[in-house]
């Protein structure tokens, strides 16, 4: 037997509970890695309770002049056909957290992140107890649309709207607001207050990812291809709202974009707004 605490006085107390993990290799003609002989004996074994993997659920889209609500689900399998059940602790990245970066949370909880420089950042979970099985990246999603990475954009300005799930072929209202950063609060305020401005609407297909239909905003069919390219006069009120029929004629999933770019007409060169939902 090997006696750790006979070879280095220094080490450690040893843990109540820890895993033992074993790596092996193929090796080669002058690289070979091989175990031989092992006995592990231990007078208790648990079995080993981990989570396959963390998903991120979002909008798509923060402002830095609010936070960002985050929905975090704990997947005990690769399809997450199972959610893990029970508190789980988890540091998570980027910093800004509200209620800080390490908490405890339940899979499904939905959280805050709070960030005040425009910018990209990388959704992570660092750490997890119980721990996570190795080499399995976090997930994101827009919607129920898996992103190819977990990047969220923060702007200090942009458009804020919901568009509920309802039957198809029914119109809905919905309110599109037009919001910034304050530059001395640091508060959301309105971005455009009683004056008409034309937003580029957009759409694409998510599910399934093709279609014939489009989508009809004040009654005028958007660009499907995924970039807001159908401009529409929208008139915003003293609070930076302004309303929308939304109406779409087919059964499915789909994204809506929104983009305002300024202009030196409206005395706003180089401000671009941008908003999207699934």
């Known amino acids: 037997p090997f006696n750790i605490f006979a070879v280095n006085t220094a080490q450690a107390a040893v843990p109540t509970n820890f ?9 080669g003609s002058t690289n070979i890695h091989e175990i031989d002989n092992l006995q592990v004996c231990a007078t208790r074994v648990n079995q080993i309770i981990e989570v396959d993997h963390y998903r991120f659920f979002d909008d798509g889209q923060g402002l830095t002049c609010g936070p960002e609500s ?10 997450c056909t199972q959610e893990f059940c029970g508190p789980l ?16 949370i339940t899979s499904g909880q939905t959280l805050q992140l709070r960030r005040t420089t425009a910018g ?29 990475d977990c990047t969220l954009n923060f702007a200090d300005s942009g458009f804020s709207f919901d568009v509920p799930n309802h039957d198809a072929d029914t119109p809905q209202t ?24 034309s937003i580029a609407f957009g759409s694409a297909y998510q599910n ?33 709202r302004a309303s ?29 707004m941008y908003g ?3």
């Open 70 to 79: 985050i929905r975090i689900v704990a997947c005990r399998d690769a399809d």
């Open 19 to 27: 895993r033992l993990s074993l790596t092996g290799s193929t090796g």
């Open 276 to 278: 999207q939902d699934d």
């Open 120 to 148: 990209d950042v990388s959704l992570a979970v660092t750490a997890s107890n119980p721990p996570r099985r190795p080499f399995t990246p976090d997930r994101c999603f827009v919607g129920g649309t898996q992103r190819p």
């Open 244 to 272: 929308i029929s939304v109406q779409y004629a087919d059964a499915g999933a789909l994204r809506l974009f929104a983009r305002y770019t300024g202009s030196a007409a409206n005395s706003d060169a180089g401000l671009v």
């Open 208 to 240: 399934p990812t093709t279609g014939t239909s489009a989508v009809r905003v004040n009654g005028t069919a958007v660009a499907t291809g995924g970039s807001p390219t159908t401009a529409l006069p929208l008139a915003f009120d003293a609070n930076g």
């Open 89 to 104: 602790q988890v540091t998570l990245s980027p910093s800004g957290w509200v209620g800080g970066d390490t908490q405890t």
């Open 174 to 197: 919905v309110t599109l607001s037009a919001v910034g950063r304050d530059p001395g609060t640091q508060a959301c305020v309105p971005g455009f207050a009683n004056v008409t401005r």
